[in-house]
């Protein structure tokens, strides 16, 4: 965006933006209740999921061109951007079959053999959580740490990281171990996008955490039930603990566990990326004497 574009034209553009996301939006979601009622589940799902590129358009407007306070980056810009990307898809895949090993071995979950989906399906599912797990990175990570960020560089980690748990709340089986769990998901999040200065590596983490959860293993995603799946695992009962029972993984303490392991060495590497910083400045600044 051009930091001299008049005010004007910055707010026409972004009601523009708004009304073309809206559009999509209300579209896409139309299409998909006007469907006959014997319309299969997953093409209601993949429809709800696509219909997140109308949410993108409108965050991307405010972000970019209605804030009072100006333009934020929404740590877009990366010249490494296809880099980051699948580096976040790797970073995900490996949380979630770690989860899904141990979770295995220590009897949480049980194998059921190859579930029934479409191919079709799958390419569908795979770009539908692409889209929705950017959509909520653009939110949380993009515009809401971005804007926090120019106060304060802790809250910026901590504050997106409470509210992306508090917007799960109204899921089924929600509970206090899920909303621990959400919160240190949440925090991963955030300082993968700290650290690396780029929204695309949390982006993409999260959207094949979404994908792996659900259509690929036949999961529950925080709650949301799985209609088929490329592989099909159940919780076992009474093993709620590993397996997380009807709210999923989410919500299991085994992956409290794993993800505690995953974070330490992003908090670490957060608290030497800015003692490193600090003492460059005090390295810059001239002596004393030189300063009377």
């Known amino acids: 965006m051009n930091k001299n574009e008049s005010t004007a034209r910055r707010i026409i553009k972004g009601i523009l933006l708004i009304l073309a996301g809206l559009i999509l939006l209300v579209g896409i979601n139309w299409i998909g209740k006007v469907t006959s009622p014997d319309t299969p589940q997953t093409s209601k799902n993949i429809t709800m999921l696509f219909s997140s590129v109308g949410t993108i358009l409108i965050l991307y407007a405010v972000g970019h061109f209605l804030l009072p306070s100006g333009y934020v980056s929404m740590n877009l810009p990366d010249k490494s951007g296809p880099k980051h990307y699948l580096q976040g898809l790797a970073y995900g895949s490996g949380m979630i079959l770690t989860y899904l090993i141990l979770a295995v071995v220590f009897g949480g979950l049980s194998y059921q053999g190859l579930g029934k989906m479409a191919v079709l399906n799958i390419i569908l599912y795979f770009l ?109 009962d009474g093993k709620e603990l590993i397996s997380g029972g009807l709210y999923g993984p989410e919500a299991a303490l085994l992956l409290t566990i794993i993800l505690i392991l995953f974070l330490v060495p992003l908090v670490r590497a957060y608290i030497l990326k800015y003692k490193k910083q600090e003492v460059e400045q005090d390295l810059a600044l001239p002596p004393n004497n030189e300063l009377n």
């Open 128 to 236: 539908g959580f692409i889209l929705q797990g950017f959509k909520e990175e653009l939110l949380i990570r993009g515009l809401i740490q971005d804007l926090i960020a120019k106060k304060s560089r802790l809250l910026s980690i901590i504050l997106p990281s409470v509210l992306f748990a508090l917007l799960h709340l109204g899921n089924d089986n929600f509970s206090y171990m899920a909303m621990i769990n959400t919160a240190l998901i949440g925090l991963i999040f955030a300082l993968l996008t700290d650290l690396s200065g780029s929204l695309w590596l949390a982006s993409a983490a999260h959207s094949i955490w979404n994908f792996l959860l659900g259509p690929f293993f036949g999961l529950y995603v925080s709650g949301i039930p799985m209609p088929e799946s490329v592989f099909a695992f159940s919780p076992v």
